[in-house]
């Protein structure tokens, strides 16, 4: 296992819903899209003369990317339980991943 940073979110399968895979991708990219539309006007190219507070887009930058991240994992979820994909061994094939393209310094725990 490599040492490096994490931000380690843990966020639930929602239970509620019976969510596919194209269902959830078409969420997700709809979320996606909320997500762009709150940085636009965060950084003034969505074309309106209204000037928000800072503080409140920032805030609403991170309720949004919250959303597109619990969709992607309600996707994760999808893959398990539909297609029984492992998403452990998949995070570590990612991570591995960024460290051999050299996103992740590779830092081995001693």
Do not use: W
Request: with cysteine.
């Amino acid at each position: 296992m490599n040492l490096t940073e994490y931000k380690m979110i843990s966020l639930p399968k929602l239970n509620n819903l019976q969510p596919g895979l194209e269902s959830t991708c078409l969420k997700l990219m709809e979320e996606a899209g909320e997500l762009a539309q709150v940085i636009g006007k965060f950084r003034g190219l969505n074309g309106e003369r209204e000037v928000l507070d800072q503080h409140k887009l920032v805030e609403k930058i991170s309720e949004e990317l919250l959303d597109v991240a619990q969709v992607a994992v309600s996707m994760m979820f999808v893959l398990e339980n539909e297609y029984n994909i492992n998403i452990h061994d998949k995070l570590d094939e990612h991570i591995e991943k960024l460290i051999r393209k050299g996103y992740i310094a590779d830092k081995k725990v001693k």
